[in-house]
């Protein structure tokens, strides 16, 4: 397994736990969720970026 193949399941979990965060606060509602949502939205996006990020680079390295 190489080290790219690594980044991107952590960057894959990172992204489904904060996936979970995000559900978990909005499940539970109130004010910590309306001051929380955007930031966990936001934190979602960014990992998930960042694995398409990461295959998109795998896929460049195996063909290039």
């Keep these: 397994m190489s080290l790219i193949t690594v980044f991107v399941m952590v960057a894959a979990l990172l992204a489904a ?3 979970f965060n ?5 499940a539970h509602g109130g004010p910590e ?5 955007h930031r966990l939205m936001f934190q979602r996006v ?4 960042l694995a398409l ?3 998109l680079l795998a896929l ?5």
């Design 60 to 64: 460049f390295e195996s063909y290039g």
């Design 22 to 26: 995000g559900v978990s606060s909005m």
């Design 53 to 55: 990020a990461l295959i």
């Design 46 to 49: 960014a990992w998930q970026g």
């Design 33 to 37: 969720d309306r001051s929380a949502s």
């Design 17 to 19: 736990i904060s996936l």
